[in-house]
């Protein structure tokens, strides 16, 4: 069973100097610290120094860090790598958060982390359906824009004249910026609008 320390900054130019001394009080190996330097943006599993940690922690080990919140960039990511880690068979431990999975009071830490982090989630949820609404209300159109029929029939016409002179359906439809499923498509359209056409 080894200590093992992670510690997180978010520029290179601040310094990991007090959550490694925290980390060494605490009884880890300098050799047996892991450290990011990296902007908040990146989750957890995405960092290199985290990915080397996990790599090498084996089963029974405990991960140690200042404070809890070096282990993600939101309370979604940490909770996500306390869950991975333990997962694994891997302890975590907070130091200033005074978070211990072994104790009781850890243990209730880490359920209000979870309750949090489940709060967080549909606040997110929420903020971004208002603002789908908000968007849709003003007018604004979500999804692929409609295409205009003048400007596919045109193209259809290029590619048919390329393949009249003998392209390939791909090259055709290179040629007008398609691929050659939208191609088809697109003809098979345009041969039922005619069809249609025609019976009226």
């Known amino acids: 069973m080894r200590l093992l320390g992670y510690t997180r900054v978010s520029t290179a130019g601040q310094h990991a100097q007090l959550q490694l001394d925290a980390l060494i009080t605490a009884g880890v190996q300098r050799r047996d610290v892991f450290a990011d330097v990296t902007s908040g ?105 409609l295409a205009d029929p003048a400007v596919i029939a045109e193209k259809l016409k290029i590619a048919n004249d390329a393949r009249a002179k003998g392209r390939t359906a791909e090259d055709a439809a290179q040629l007008v910026g398609w691929s050659r499923a939208t191609l088809y498509r697109h003809r098979q359209a345009a041969r039922t609008r005619d069809e249609l056409s025609q019976q009226v």
């Open 41 to 145: 943006s990146k989750s957890a599993v995405d960092r290199p120094g985290m990915k080397k940690l996990l790599d090498y922690a084996e089963e029974g080990d405990t991960v140690v860090v200042w404070r809890i919140d070096r282990l993600g960039r939101s309370l979604m990511d940490v909770l996500n790598t306390v869950n991975l880690l333990r997962d694994q068979g891997i302890k975590v431990r907070s130091i200033s958060d005074s978070i211990d999975p072994e104790t009781s009071a850890g243990r209730m830490m880490l359920g209000m982390l979870a309750t949090l982090a489940e709060y967080e989630r549909e606040l997110i949820t929420e903020r971004v359906n208002a603002g789908i609404a908000a968007a849709k209300q003003n007018g604004t159109r979500f999804g692929r824009p």
